[in-house]
Nanobody, 125 residues
Framework: VQLQASGGGSVQAGGSLRLSCATS????????TGWFRQAPGKEREFVAA?????????RYSDSVKGRFTISRDNAKNTVYLQMDSLKPEDTAVYYC??????????????????WGQGTLVTVSS
């Protein structure tokens, strides 16, 4: 599965960005889709996931819950990550990925099989 992430950039603390993840050839309804991030010197971590069958079923890491929103536009075959109230500690390269594993494992980074290239988000204080 080919994934294309975009939308990263530089923003001041408290600002917002919206990341997009597009795919071609397949539909996101075939996969659970997740967003992950990796800060310099740190491991890649789970951020958010959206269920392939029910777009209202979502999951978030504690660090972004209430600030980030994952959503899907089936017509555009795109998954979004709306990031509000950004903090300097949100600075990282953000990746989208897909998996067909059980939804109960959707917050486990190694379960994801196909990854897009990263998009850099920089939040300044």
């Amino acid at each position: 599965v080919q994934l294309q992430a975009s939308g990263g950039g530089s923003v001041q603390a408290g600002g917002s960005l919206r990341l997009s993840c597009a795919t071609s050839g397949r539909t996101f309804r075939d996969f659970h889709t997740g967003w992950f991030r990796q800060a310099p010197g740190k491991e890649r971590e789970f951020v958010a996931a959206i269920n392939r069958s029910n777009a209202r079923s979502t999951r978030y890491s504690d660090s972004v819950k209430g600030r980030f929103t994952i959503s899907r536009d089936n017509a555009k075959n795109t998954v979004y990550l709306q990031m509000d109230s950004l903090k300097p500690e949100d600075t990282a390269v953000y990746y989208c990925a897909v998996t067909q594993i059980l939804w109960s494992y959707a917050d486990e980074t190694p379960r994801y099989t196909d990854w897009g290239q990263g998009t850099l988000v920089t939040v300044s204080s």
